[in-house]
């Protein structure tokens, strides 16, 4: 009997051993799927371990982790709560201020200046002046639609660009916060961090905006061929 109570004793000191940082783990396979390569555990605080990978760096909540490893760290459930509001405080505080710069950057017309977060937009280039005759023309219209082909495909990789951002925002928005209330029973809250749900807007819109433009950019194409098929015609090529 004693022999099995010093075994017991054993295995509890041990789960409580203190964790030597950094902790090399190799591959971390979240409880939700998500697989980190190369691993490192560099810290932890009330809502997770901080972890170095091959990807870079992230934070991953205890309740994503393996058991056998959340296990070997100390955490609260309410001490998580109250962390990640006041983190969704920071966050939320920092996103007025970035509004109030934009504000105070409005353009003339009254257009806010949404290069804040992305500076990667561009404007669709307007229909060129057409000089010379005919055959410099319809050279200047075909460099004009090769301008505006490149132009579409570097909006279709920013519209990849902010539907991921937009994807990965909306995914982190909401977290699940276990805690025991006053009566010791096990509460389930949901957390909405808003300055994230914002960012996720932002970026939705930043891809609808790309849209337009390849939507004008396309039309601007088919009147330059327009244009040089008529130019064509007139000197019988």
């Not at 990978?53 to 309410?78: C, I, N, W, Y």
């Not at 330059?224 to 000197?235: K, S, W």
Request: charged letters at 30%; zero cysteines.
């Amino acid at each position: 009997m004693k022999f099995i109570i010093w075994l017991l004793l054993a295995a509890a000191a041990t789960a409580l051993e203190p964790v030597t940082l950094p902790l090399v783990v190799g591959t971390l396979k979240t409880r939700d799927g998500k697989i980190f390569e190369g691993a490192k555990i560099t810290g932890h605080d009330a809502v997770g371990v901080k972890i170095i990978h091959s990807g870079g760096v992230a934070r991953v909540e205890f309740d994503r982790l393996p058991k056998e490893l959340a296990e070997r760290f100390p955490h609260d459930q309410a001490a998580a709560k109250e962390q990640l509001d006041k983190e969704a405080k920071r966050e939320a505080a920092h996103d007025r201020a970035v509004d109030k710069v934009r504000d105070e950057k409005k353009t003339p017309a009254g257009e806010a200046d949404d290069d804040t977060a992305d500076t990667d937009d561009t404007a669709v280039e307007g229909e060129p002046e057409l000089q010379g005759d005919a055959a410099v023309k319809i050279a200047s219209l075909n460099a004009y639609i090769s301008r505006l082909e490149a132009g579409i495909n570097k909006a279709n990789e920013t519209i990849l660009d902010a539907n991921e951002k937009a994807a990965k925002y909306e995914l982190t928005a909401t977290t699940q916060v276990r805690y025991r209330d006053g009566d010791y029973n096990t509460r389930t809250e949901s957390v909405v961090n808003g300055s994230r749900l914002t960012r996720a807007a932002f970026q939705r819109k930043r891809a609808k905006r790309e849209e337009e433009k390849i939507a004008q950019a396309q039309r601007l194409i088919a009147n330059a061929r327009a244009q040089i098929a008529a130019l064509q015609d007139q000197t019988g090529q």
